[in-house]
C-alpha cells in the first residue's frame, strides 16, 4: 500500500524531525497522527502531542493505526 509523499524523508525532515530521530519513529509517529483521532491519541498516550512518545505506548498506537487503515 502507497501510503504518500509526507511520510518520506525530506517531508519529515521539514516538518521539524532531525537525523538524529530514527526516521522509522518519525514515519510511525506520522501513521498515527494521520489515522488515530487526538481524542484517542490522549486516552493511550496521556499527551496530544507524541513526538516523544515512543516503546509500547507508541506500538499500540501503530497498531489502532493500522486497524484503521485495514478498515
Not at 6 to 18: C, Q, R, S, V
Not at 40 to 51: F, G, H, P, R, V
Request: with cysteine; charged share 25%.
Amino acid at each position: 500500500m502507497h501510503l504518500s509523499s509526507h511520510f518520506n524523508k525530506e517531508t519529515l525532515l521539514a516538518k521539524g524531525y532531525i537525523l538524529k530521530d530514527n526516521i522509522m519513529q518519525a514515519q510511525r509517529r506520522e501513521l498515527v497522527c494521520k489515522f488515530v483521532p487526538i481524542e484517542q491519541i490522549k486516552a493511550i498516550a496521556k499527551a496530544s502531542d507524541i513526538s516523544h512518545i515512543d516503546g509500547e505506548i507508541l506500538e499500540q498506537l501503530v497498531s489502532l493505526a493500522k486497524a484503521k487503515i485495514l478498515n
